[in-house]
């Protein structure tokens, strides 16, 4: 099976994201949103991969 380019940063950035905003109460707050933000980059940019490469139908 061949992955579309752009899907595993879209996933991996999904699970960065999910995991800081679920680990703000035990690590400090300016931290989580640093390593959310950096999530969130990661699915921006896959999405764009995926949009980009998007095949012709």
Do not use: C, N, Y
């Amino acid at each position: 099976m061949k992955a579309r380019e752009g899907l595993i940063p879209t996933v991996l950035g999904t699970a960065v994201t999910a995991s800081a905003l679920a680990a703000k109460k035990s690590i400090p707050t300016t931290l989580a949103w640093g390593i959310a933000g950096f999530g969130l980059a990661h699915i921006l940019l896959g999405t764009i991969d995926l949009i980009e490469h998007q095949e012709s139908r």
